[in-house]
């Protein structure tokens, strides 16, 4: 038992300290896991090599994602580009009509949007570094083509030689617990294949459901870019979602009255009510239940030891920690407490409990 947490206790630390060079590897094996049933099947379609089939998918991957991109990336950049040139006026015009005066004393402080303004900028100088200056802004660049790199042939190699990796790792396990070991897998595959491939399909549902109904429906400005990032919130649980609204319903309100913030307000409420009761329980069921406490101690503590990437990750590593605990202390047949209860006659909410 005490070498068992060794063992543990070293990996945890070689994780720790190796966090800042994490990201690539961490997405090329998120890439692999949803890939890889996609490639197991083209391989037994096609009766093809399986390097073959990897690198025709690639190829069909970067042909379709490039298409993608050059139709949405001018609009997107010229909509980006747009609403940071008014942003200081949206901010202004927002401020007043929250708090009916251009300047507002706080504890014998003048507080004025230009005031908050200076601060968030000084704030995101300092949380990127100086990005004015050329030779960060060049050391960025190159650090994020060597981590898409660094993706792209770590994912290939997890999807050509991934199961025998996982094989040969089952040799160091003691022969008695090859059975358990094969469960535990499956149970967190399937965890994760689900927590995975549904938030995949969440982001991209709630990016195209908010784009028809601000763009076509309130003819919002910065339709697409406001769209896009209620899309890549949605994987932060409780906070995302809460900050995707706050920034339609202001920029509404700035721009279209305060008639039309209430309406993008009932419209975030409306599809949050879709999403929780109807889309969560199909595409997750009850794969990944966490109490919603566990679920915030877990993005707080993932956002505390590794950043934004942390907080990603947060969910899923719960899940299968919960999972690994289960195995290996199975729970009171009343169920786990890190189980997320389910009231009398309603379904147990997923993916951290119910989201507000």
Same mark, same amino acid.
């Given at each position: 038992?005490?070498?068992?947490?060794?063992?543990?206790?070293?990996?945890?630390?070689?994780?720790?300290?190796? *966090?800042?060079?994490?990201?690539?590897?961490?997405?090329?094996?998120?890439?692999?896991? #949803?890939?890889?049933? &996609?490639?197991?099947?083209?391989?037994?379609?096609?009766?093809?090599?399986?390097?073959?089939?990897?690198?025709?998918?690639?190829?069909?991957?970067?042909?379709?994602?490039?298409?993608?991109?050059?139709?949405?990336?001018? %609009?997107?950049?010229? $909509?980006? @580009?747009?609403? +940071?040139?008014?942003?200081?006026?949206?901010?202004?015009?927002?401020?007043?009509?929250?708090?009916?005066?251009?300047?507002?004393?706080?504890?014998? @402080?003048?507080?004025?949007?230009?005031?908050?303004?200076?601060?968030?900028?000084?704030?995101?100088?300092?949380?990127?570094?100086?990005?004015?200056?050329?030779? /960060?802004?060049?050391?960025?660049?190159? $650090?994020?083509? &060597?981590?898409?790199?660094?993706?792209?042939? =770590?994912?290939?190699?997890?999807?050509? /030689?991934?199961?025998?990796?996982?094989?040969?790792?089952?040799?160091?396990?003691? %022969? !008695?617990? /090859?059975?358990?070991?094969?469960?535990?897998?499956?149970?967190?595959?399937?965890?994760?294949?689900?927590?995975?491939?549904?938030?995949?399909?969440? =982001?991209?549902?709630?990016?195209?459901?908010?784009? #028809?109904?601000?763009?076509?429906?309130?003819?919002?400005?910065?339709?697409?870019?406001?769209?896009?990032?209620?899309?890549?919130?949605?994987?932060?649980?409780?906070?995302?979602?809460?900050?995707?609204?706050?920034?339609?319903?202001?920029?509404?309100?700035?721009?279209?009255?305060?008639?039309? +913030?209430?309406?993008?307000?009932?419209?975030?409420?409306?599809? *949050?009510?879709? !999403?929780? /009761?109807?889309?969560?329980?199909?595409?997750?069921?009850?794969?990944?239940? #966490?109490?919603?406490?566990?679920?915030?101690?877990?993005?707080?503590?993932?956002?505390?030891?590794?950043?934004?990437?942390?907080?990603?990750?947060?969910?899923?590593?719960?899940?299968? =920690?919960?999972?690994? &605990? !289960? !195995?290996?202390?199975?729970?009171?047949?009343?169920?786990?407490?890190?189980?997320?209860?389910?009231?009398?006659?309603?379904?147990?909410?997923?993916?951290?409990? $119910?989201?507000?």
């Amino acid at each position: 038992m005490i070498r068992r947490w060794g063992w543990l206790l070293g990996l945890g630390l070689v994780l720790y300290l190796g *966090r800042a060079v994490l990201p690539p590897f961490v997405l090329a094996i998120i890439l692999a896991y #949803l890939l890889n049933p &996609l490639v197991d099947g083209l391989t037994r379609r096609l009766r093809l090599p399986r390097w073959t089939v990897i690198v025709g998918l690639y190829l069909f991957m970067l042909s379709g994602l490039g298409a993608l991109l050059a139709v949405l990336v001018p %609009a997107f950049v010229h $909509e980006t @580009r747009a609403l +940071a040139q008014h942003a200081p006026a949206i901010l202004t015009a927002l401020f007043i009509q929250i708090t009916g005066t251009p300047a507002l004393d706080l504890f014998g @402080r003048s507080i004025t949007p230009d005031l908050l303004l200076a601060y968030f900028s000084r704030s995101l100088d300092e949380a990127l570094g100086r990005p004015g200056e050329a030779l /960060h802004v060049a050391a960025l660049l190159v $650090e994020g083509v &060597l981590g898409i790199l660094v993706t792209l042939v =770590v994912t290939f190699y997890l999807l050509l /030689h991934g199961r025998a990796f996982l094989a040969y790792l089952l040799h160091f396990v003691p %022969a !008695e617990h /090859h059975d358990r070991v094969r469960r535990l897998g499956r149970r967190v595959n399937h965890v994760l294949g689900s927590y995975l491939r549904g938030q995949l399909f969440l =982001v991209v549902l709630m990016a195209s459901a908010t784009y #028809l109904a601000l763009g076509p429906g309130f003819h919002l400005p910065y339709a697409l870019p406001i769209a896009l990032a209620t899309g890549i919130l949605e994987v932060i649980p409780f906070v995302g979602p809460v900050v995707a609204a706050t920034i339609a319903a202001g920029v509404g309100l700035v721009q279209l009255g305060p008639q039309a +913030a209430v309406g993008i307000i009932l419209v975030y409420f409306v599809l *949050r009510q879709l !999403e929780d /009761h109807v889309v969560m329980p199909i595409v997750l069921g009850r794969a990944v239940a #966490l109490h919603p406490a566990v679920t915030i101690f877990a993005v707080l503590t993932g956002g505390t030891l590794a950043g934004v990437l942390g907080v990603l990750l947060a969910v899923p590593v719960a899940a299968t =920690v919960k999972v690994v &605990l !289960e !195995e290996l202390y199975p729970p009171e047949p009343a169920g786990s407490c890190l189980a997320d209860p389910a009231r009398p006659g309603q379904p147990a909410s997923t993916l951290g409990g $119910e989201r507000q």
